[in-house]
Nanobody, 114 residues
Framework: VHLVESGGGLVQPGGSLGLSCAAS????????MAWYRQAPGKQRVLVAQ???????YYGDLVRGRFTISRDNAKNTVYLQMNSLQPEDTAVYYC?????????WGQGTQVTVSS
């Protein structure tokens, strides 16, 4: 499985940004797609996840502002980020977890600054 993220960039506080992660290769039908983020000097943390069955989880810091979705036909997961704040600045990583595998994307930078 290979993951490619896109959609990062610079946005002002209060703005919105959308991320995409396209999976290719030997896609497992039963899997979990997730977004993590890692700020400078901090550990990588879970932002949101969604199973192939549609079960969703959000981290406390983003719940109510971020929305995860997926298109199983396109093997793509999305993260819509609203009301962005400077503390949301980080490298955002896509992750695909399935039986026998745990794959990461290369990451995409999100910077929230005026």
């Amino acid at each position: 499985v290979h993951l490619v993220e896109s959609g990062g960039g610079l946005v002002q506080p209060g703005g919105s940004l959308g991320l995409s992660c396209a999976a290719s290769g030997n896609i497992h039908s039963n899997n979990r797609m997730a977004w993590y983020r890692q700020a400078p000097g901090k550990q990588r943390v879970l932002v949101a996840q969604m199973t192939s069955g549609g079960i969703v989880y959000y981290g406390d810091l983003v719940r109510g502002r971020f929305t995860i979705s997926r298109d199983n036909a396109k093997n793509t997961v999305y993260l819509q980020m609203n009301s962005l704040q400077p503390e949301d600045t980080a490298v955002y990583y896509c992750n695909n977890l399935f039986t026998g595998g745990n794959v990461w994307g290369q990451g995409t930078q999100v910077t929230v600054s005026s």
